[in-house]
């Protein structure tokens, strides 16, 4: 029994440092060139436009379930006017930025494992090489790029369609306008709320590419490899992201003191 448990961990610090060598790795060949633009490009445009209508509609959803929930906590207190700036301060600090990395690694993680994983059992990334192609550049950097790219956009669109949906709620209840409305919801926030907890979203597509290339060119055991690796890419990134979550928003506390 310890010896299987000791086997097991000593297999997960294995997985680990592999994972974390491929994106070192990725990380260098990102600035060497050739520079394949046009595939970043491609995939900034799979990754952030066609993942555009599930994050603006989750987004809205999510700032008119805020914006209830609050409501319903500050009518005990009198407090209805703090409404939008507590939902703007929710959103732009944690909950924009979290939820967008989690939908994204369902949708993108999911995607780019299965694709790179059918590529590797079918056998295309071994032509590549045959051709003289730099597969590791031309597949897994350029996506992983692209999701360091792609996230703070998406996320910037989460907090707007939130707050937006925020103030659809609020327009229904208590009929407030469009400038009172946001007058309030930014009256607390500051260049250090929205600014670093933004930015820490790269770090988040960065954990989603890595994770689901790496597990991609990983891939083994032919279509059922593949359903395999789509799988384990969801639920490892966002693992990783919620982890990385905590230690990141520590951080930010540690550099901005004044936000906390």
């Given amino acids: 029994m310890v010896e299987r448990l000791g086997a097991a961990i000593l297999a997960g610090l294995a997985w680990v440092g592999d994972v974390s060598l ?4 990725a ?19 799979e990754i952030g436009w066609r993942s555009t209508p599930l994050i603006a509609t989750s987004g809205l959803a999510i700032g008119v379930v805020l914006s209830m929930h609050t ?3 500050l009518e005990r207190f009198g407090a209805e006017a703090m409404i939008p700036a507590g939902l703007a301060i929710a959103l732009i600090r944690e909950t924009g930025p979290l939820v967008t990395a989690l939908l994204v690694a369902g949708r993108v993680g999911a995607g780019i ?9 079918t056998e295309q990334i071994d032509a590549l090489e045959a051709v003289a192609v730099d597969s590791f550049k031309f597949l897994a950097v350029t996506r992983i790029i692209a999701c360091v790219l792609a ?16 103030f659809l709620a609020e327009y229904t209840i208590s009929g407030m306008s469009w400038s009172l409305y ?37 891939t083994t055991q032919g279509t059922e490899g593949v359903g395999r690796t789509s799988t384990r890419a969801v639920v490892f990134s966002s693992i990783l992201i919620i982890v990385a979550n905590v230690v990141l928003v520590r951080l930010i506390f540690f550099l901005f003191p004044a936000r906390a």
């Fill in 22 to 25: 491929f994106g070192l790795r």
């Fill in 27 to 45: 990380i260098r060949e990102a600035f060497l060139p050739p520079y394949e633009f046009r595939e970043i490009a491609r995939h900034i445009f």
């Fill in 71 to 73: 409501r319903a906590s």
């Fill in 113 to 121: 494992g299965a694709e790179l994983g059918a590529m590797k059992v």
């Fill in 151 to 166: 996230m703070p956009l998406l996320t910037t669109i989460t907090d707007f369609c939130g707050i937006l949906g925020g």
């Fill in 182 to 218: 946001f007058n309030r919801a930014f009256s607390l926030i500051e260049f250090t709320d929205f600014v670093p907890a933004t930015v820490k979203t790269a770090v988040f597509g960065m954990i989603i590419g890595t994770i689901a290339c790496y597990l991609g060119f990983t």
